[in-house]
């Protein structure tokens, strides 16, 4: 999974095309280790259909703050540039693909 700065946010998630699944974490949450493994898992089994990144928030504080990221791990889900869905808490590996296959479904769909 790739790391995304404040810098590199737009280049990285906002400009990029289809589903980003962005992790806005930090490095002493435990809940955010938690979620981890199950973040790298779906990266290999969405790979080509879905872009997962990772935001450290002690390093990066303008983007989660612009979005008004209050909690870790927080888990948005962009779609051609847009926040589309969140969920904030340490979700499983099936609680986050049911939350990224809706706009999964979509970059499929738009591509037929």
Known sequence: MQAVTDASFKADVLDAEGAVLVDFWA???GPCRVV???LEALAD??????KIVKVNVDENQQVAGALGVR?????VV?????????????????EI???????LS???DAVS
């Open 27 to 29: 490095p002493w949450c």
């Open 36 to 38: 981890a493994p199950a």
């Open 45 to 50: 089994e969405y790979a080509g259909r879905l």
């Open 71 to 75: 909690s870790i791990p927080t888990l």
């Open 78 to 94: 962009f779609r051609d540039g847009k926040a589309v869905q969140d969920a904030v808490g340490a979700l499983s590996r099936a």
């Open 97 to 103: 693909a049911r939350l990224v296959e809706p706009h």
């Open 106 to 108: 979509a970059a499929t």
